[in-house]
Structure formats: structure tokens, C-alpha cells
């Protein structure tokens, strides 16, 4: 499939469709207010890419110079060092097998820490950095709110695992993540999951060095924390990803508001099913992915929300079915379904921007700061610099 759109395509209205939109000045306003907070609570700010995965993208992060980011893959971690970026993190537990590929970029320049939450990675990692003859920066997982991986702050493994690393020159911090924090659905509550993401990692780095230990980086984030944190004395780095797009999930929370919503796709109406009330696209789970993030939030938002091409909400229109490549849309709410006659192009607004993006090879780009009638004008075309 290719990757690079039809020299003609001049608006919205000109693309095959389904297909990405990103507004730039959406995507910039996000990422200069959490750039903002992270200087206001004195840290380094760690973007996690993956939820672009686009160069063009985070050329935007740091005024065109790369940054310091976090990964979910190797595949990122290369194709980032290959744009210039050498302090990258890559926060997915390590297995062995992937070491040859760690290694490689270590040799290449690139300052690539793993992450791990075991005696026995850790083991692993020290012998394979002893035969390669360099240190493998590695930090701990840290478990912070029962999410997914990691060690607790009190757990009897952690010093062990802390001096196997150190013996073989790896070790250099710790890294947590408050997953939690998704199902935060007050401010209060997002401030409460800050608090404790923040009190967890710095009990765990001064057990670490209360048993002698040298722990140089203590990083946390997540979106909704990064937003709601007050105070991250004892913190080194903030995380965070989903920012630059924002979604529903995030705006059910609280997090941003619909107009902050930077990724949408757009669709086309393709028939009609009046003895239903459903309006049909062209855009299913395979544009839109299968993320049913807001099912569990106070407004089920299904699939996502329609607007029209210049990114108006149309009132009550929901996209709530999918097969993989057709898209329902339905009126809700005692609302009015709408006569959109086939060819109509619509858009539509993600529960999930990470699984949203890596449904596509690349994004149109336009400012919706350009008012216009009309469709509006693409401005480039920002490609993805890994694939499936």
C-alpha cells in the first residue's frame, strides 16, 4: 500500500477515503501546554512517541532539535535514531532475544535505556552487557497501582535486582507508570493518582539507594497524571504520549475538551438504512481500530464522534457499530438523524489516538485555524515512520 498521497490532492475533499486528518495547530497547542507544566514542576519532560510515531510529528516537541523520548518498540527506537534522536527510552519489559537489536543502537551512539522487573532479566541483561563489553542502561519498573508490570516499592527483589545491574555498570533508575489513572474520572482523583505515581517511584529509589545503590532517573507519567500533578519533588523526568492528539478518553476525563482533539479520520457516506436508522461509511474498525475506550466512562461514546468536514459536531451523531471496513453512525439522545446523501465526507473523533493512529501509514495535515467554507486545504502529508 502506498504511503505517499496523490499530487492532486489539494483538500479533504480529494484523498481516497478513510483516511488520517491532523490539525497542526491542535497538535501544537497540546504539546505547549504540557511543555508548559513540566517547566512550571522543574523536570525534563520524555514525550512517548508511540502514539504518532511520526518524525514530522515530533519535530514539533522541541522547536525542530530532538528530544529526549520514550518508545514502545524497537522498530520506533530505530527509526527515531535514524531521525537523529539519541536519548530514548524504551519502556516495554526486556526478553533476551532483543538484546542483539539494544546493543546495536548502544554501539551506534544512541543511548538506549530497557526497562525490566525481574531477577532473572536482570541477570540476563548484566551477562549479555559483560559479553558485549558495554553497559546496557536499564531502569526498573515499578509497580505504582497494580496496572500492569513492575516491582512494588517494598518488594524483597528489588535491592537484589537494583545490585545485579549495578555490579554490571546497567543500572540507572527507575521508571513508573500510573495505568489507573485511566479509570481517574475526577480531577480530584487524577490529582490523587499524581500524588501516589510520585510517592511510589521515590520510595522506591530511596530503598534503592538506602541499600547503596546509585539511581540517577526517576521517571513517571501518563497523560492524565502528567496534567494533574502538583508537586514531583524527587522526580527526574515526566512521561507522556497520548497528549499530542488527545482523545475521547481522555476528554470523558477531563483531561482536554473535544476541541482540543487534534487526530480525527475521515470517512464517506456510502448508504443509507432509513428502516434502522443508520447512516453507512466507509470507514470501519480498520480505520478507526476496535478501542471501545469510553464504554466504561459516563457517555459511551462507541467508536466516535461525527463532525462534519471542518471538524463541527453534529449534534447527537454517533458512530456506534463496525464491521472492518463499514462504520454506522446513528442519532442519539432524541436527536435528528441527519440527510447526509452518499458521498457526503465526514469526520469522525477517536476513543483511542494511539490505536486510531496505527491503523494508518501517515496523516494529512491542515490548521484549523484557516477558516474556510469549504473543505478544508491540506497541508502536507506527515508520514509514520514504522508500519505494521
Known amino acids: 500500500m502506498s504511503t505517499t498521497p496523490s499530487t492532486t490532492a489539494r483538500t479533504l475533499a480529494d484523498p481516497d477515503t478513510p483516511f488520517a486528518v491532523v490539525d497542526v495547530h491542535k497538535t501544537r497547542r497540546n504539546i505547549a501546554r504540557l511543555a508548559k507544566r513540566a517547566n512550571q514542576l522543574g523536570v525534563t519532560l520524555r514525550p512517548h512517541v508511540k502514539t504518532a510515531k511520526s518524525l514530522d510529528v515530533a519535530a514539533l516537541l ?9 518508545v514502545s518498540t524497537l522498530a520506533e527506537a530505530e527509526a527515531f535514531a535514524d531521525g537523529g534522536y539519541t536519548d530514548i527510552t ?6 533476551p532475544h ?15 535505556r530497557i526497562l525490566l522487573d525481574s531477577v532473572e532479566q536482570a541477570s540476563f541483561v548484566a551477562e549479555a552487557s559483560r559479553q558485549a563489553g558495554l553497559p546496557i542502561p536499564t531502569q526498573i519498573e515499578i509497580d505504582c497501582d497494580g496496572h500492569r508490570g513492575g516491582l512494588k516499592p517494598d518488594a524483597t527483589a528489588l535491592p537484589e535486582v537494583g545490585r545485579i545491574l549495578n555490579d554490571a555498570g546497567c543500572l540507572d533508575g527507575i521508571l513508573t507508570h500510573a495505568g489507573e489513572s485511566y479509570f481517574a474520572y475526577t480531577a480530584e482523583e487524577q490529582r490523587l493518582a499524581a500524588k501516589n505515581e510520585r510517592d511510589t517511584a521515590v520510595a522506591a529509589a530511596e530503598r534503592l539507594r538506602a541499600a547503596g545503590l ?5 521517571s513517571v507519567g501518563s497523560t492524565p497524571t502528567a496534567h494533574a500533578a502538583e508537586d514531583l519533588t524527587g522526580v527526574t523526568e515526566l512521561r507522556a504520549g497520548n497528549y499530542v492528539f488527545f482523545d475521547l478518553v481522555m476528554a470523558g476525563l477531563g483531561v482536554c475538551h473535544l476541541e482540543d482533539l487534534a487526530l480525527s479520520v475521515v470517512v464517506t457516506v456510502i448508504g443509507h438504512r432509513p428502516e434502522y436508522g443508520w447512516i453507512i461509511t466507509d470507514g470501519g ?10 464504554a466504561a466512562q459516563q457517555t ?5 464522534l461525527v463532525t462534519d468536514l471542518n471538524g463541527n459536531p453534529i449534534p447527537g451523531l454517533v458512530m456506534t457499530a463496525a464491521s472492518q471496513e463499514h462504520g454506522t453512525l446513528t442519532a442519539r439522545d432524541g436527536a435528528h438523524l441527519p440527510d447526509l446523501p452518499v458521498g457526503t465526507r465526514l469526520r469522525i473523533l477517536p476513543n483511542h489516538a494511539c490505536a486510531t493512529a496505527a491503523q494508518h501509514h501517515g496523516y494529512h495535515v491542515v490548521d484549523g485555524t484557516r477558516s474556510t467554507d469549504a473543505a478544508p486545504v491540506i497541508e502536507a502529508f506527515w508520514q509514520r515512520v514504522t508500519g505494521w
Not at 522541541?62 to 520514550?70: E, L
Not at 524504551?90 to 526478553?95: L, M, Q, S, T
Not at 478507526?288 to 475506550?293: A, E, F, L, Q, V
Open 62 to 70: 522541541h522547536d525542530d532539535t530532538p528530544c529526549p523520548v520514550t
Open 90 to 95: 524504551y519502556a516495554v519489559g526486556i526478553d
Open 98 to 112: 532483543k538484546l542483539p537489536r539494544v546493543i546495536a543502537l548502544l554501539r551506534r551512539g544512541v543511548r538506549l
Open 214 to 218: 546509585p539511581i540517577h532517573t526517576v
Open 285 to 294: 474498525w480498520m480505520a478507526m481500530s476496535r478501542d471501545r475506550g469510553t
Open 300 to 304: 459511551d461514546q462507541g467508536y466516535g
